[in-house]
């Protein structure tokens, strides 16, 4: 494994993306101490949702594999938030917590399935720093009809 994010980052053929703009009135990250926290990530791509809608299995659904995809690239915005803050992602002693929003159909219940797309990212990213604990939640609707939203907390 790289010696560095920045390095492993470059091995996987990963580019984090701009920091997305917020969507109403707060900030993508803080810092408090030892540990920042990020808001909630949308999986934008560009400035814009690729999909939009609730995961299930069904004709008009998000499949829970492509909102597997969209929670990595909401891992991804939220990793872009902290080294907006920070200057470097080199800085990140360990992920303590990903929580992870499905816009879920109501017979749907893979949650922990749709998140892990955030939670194998930060692994392969992170290695055993990216090891945390996690909480997976269906709610009704997300902001924007996005299918799926995620936040870190990390410690620098």
Request: hydrophobic share 50%; no cysteine; net charge negative.
């Amino acid at each position: 494994m790289a010696d560095t994010v920045s390095e492993r980052l470059a091995e996987l053929g990963i580019e984090l993306p701009q920091v997305a703009a917020p969507v109403a009135t707060y900030v993508p990250a803080v810092r408090s101490g030892n540990y920042i926290y990020t808001s909630g990530q949308l999986p934008f791509v560009n400035g814009a949702l690729p999909v939009a809608g609730k995961v299930g299995e069904g004709d008009g659904l998000v499949t829970p594999a492509a909102a597997a995809n969209l929670a990595r690239i909401s891992a991804l915005n939220a990793l872009a938030a902290i080294k907006a803050l920070t200057g470097t992602l080199d800085d990140v002693k360990r992920v303590v917590k990903v929580v992870g929003f499905v816009a879920s159909d109501p017979n749907f219940t893979g949650q922990p399935a749709v998140i892990n797309g955030a939670s194998q990212i930060l692994g392969d990213i992170f290695g055993e720093k990216g090891v945390h604990a996690r909480s997976a939640v269906g709610v009704a609707v997300l902001p924007l009809d996005s299918p799926v939203e995620v936040e870190l907390i990390v410690e620098v």
